[in-house]
Nanobody
Framework: QVQLVESGGGLVQAGGSQRLSCVAS????????VGWYRQRPDEQRFLVGR???????VYAESVKGRFTVSRDSAKNTVYLQMNGLRPDDTAVYYC???????????????WGQGTQVTVSS
């Protein structure tokens, strides 16, 4: 069974930096797309950034130039480096991976449990 475990959330001051990590475990054969989404209270989940095969990167306009998604394929890990944090970046951040396992012939999307990031002004 695939599990995505996130770490690195917490409280940070505006203007500061933080790095989130997400490690996938299970019988993983290949990871195609990795990324991060975020969700504020009473809102739906929105894309922060993702790295697709190619590789091609896609970012939300609000985080371009401040946030970077990267991956370490050997470690089945995706990172989100966040610089220049602002109070409106406060949200629960979720990692996602599109991957294939030895138990399933098709790529499926998996999600982490979410980690709270709070930016104080």
């Amino acid at each position: 069974q695939v599990q995505l475990v996130e770490s690195g959330g917490g409280l940070v001051q505006a203007g500061g930096s933080q790095r989130l990590s997400c490690v996938a475990s299970g019988n993983i054969l290949d990871i195609e797309t990795v990324g991060w989404y975020r969700q504020r209270p009473d809102e739906q989940r929105f894309l922060v950034g993702r790295v697709e095969s190619g590789p091609r990167s896609v970012y939300a306009e609000s985080v371009k130039g401040r946030f970077t998604v990267s991956r370490d394929s050997a470690k089945n890990t995706v990172y989100l480096q966040m610089n220049g944090l602002r109070p409106d970046d406060t949200a629960v951040y979720y990692c996602m991976m599109s991957l294939i396992t030895s138990d399933s012939p098709k790529y499926r999307t998996y999600w982490g449990q979410g980690t709270q990031v709070t930016v104080s002004s």
